[in-house]
């Protein structure tokens, strides 16, 4: 996609406020923040019992493989779609043009209610993306280039001491050097 902003300690905290409550309100197991791509930005909920960097996957596979039936029919773009299922169902909708919500329910919650409380929690998400890009809009990331399994690391973010050179990010996606294994070194293992 190539058009993805740097997400800071704000925004994910912004996010789990808007998605806590959405929980609350409906009751839903999972939610999860996926670019359309299928790189997992953010999760919340019965993490521990579902394998959310698959879910990722294949809800941003099956939302495009959606999108372009529908273009196949000449519809210019969908919003959302879901999969009713016995037991659990899902449900995908657009955040924007990087994003999708995906809510992972059981079967005997409403669909109505969860596609109600998405329109109230979607606008708020977009929103907090949208700082996110104005923050810095000249930094972006491809994730696809990026090469990252799971993309939470490369948006995860927490406080460093003033001293510290690297970021927790940084040491995850580039290993220390071989001499003395300092976590502070640029040089990269050759």
């Known amino acids: ?3 993805f902003p740097q997400i800071c300690v704000e925004d994910v905290k912004e996010f789990d406020v808007h998605i806590n409550n959405f929980i609350s309100a409906t009751d839903a197991s999972l939610v999860l923040i996926v670019e359309k ?17 698959i879910i990722s996957t294949l809800a941003s596979n099956a939302y495009n493989a959606s999108a372009y039936l529908a273009n196949l029919l000449n519809e210019t773009r969908i919003t959302g779609m879901s999969q009713q299922g016995e037991k659990f169902s899902t449900m995908m909708l657009e955040i924007d043009e990087d994003l999708i919500l995906v809510v992972v329910y059981k079967s005997a ?22 700082i996110a890009r104005q923050r810095a809009p000249t930094l972006k990331f491809d994730l696809v280039d990026l090469n990252a399994v799971d993309a939470t690391v490369v948006f995860k973010k927490v406080p460093h001491s003033a001293t510290e050179k690297t970021s927790e990010v940084h040491q995850q996606l ?5 001499k003395g294994n300092d976590p502070n070194s640029t040089d990269l293992k050759k």
Do not use: C, V, W
């Not at 580039?174 to 071989?178: M, S, T």
């Open 1 to 3: 996609m190539g058009n």
């Open 174 to 178: 580039f290993k220390a050097n071989e």
């Open 37 to 53: 791509s299928g790189y997992l930005i953010h999760e919340r909920g019965e993490t521990a019992k579902f394998d959310t960097q």
């Open 109 to 130: 919650i409403s669909a109505g209610a969860i596609k109600y409380y998405a329109s109230i929690i979607i606008p708020k998400i977009a929103n907090q993306i949208k």
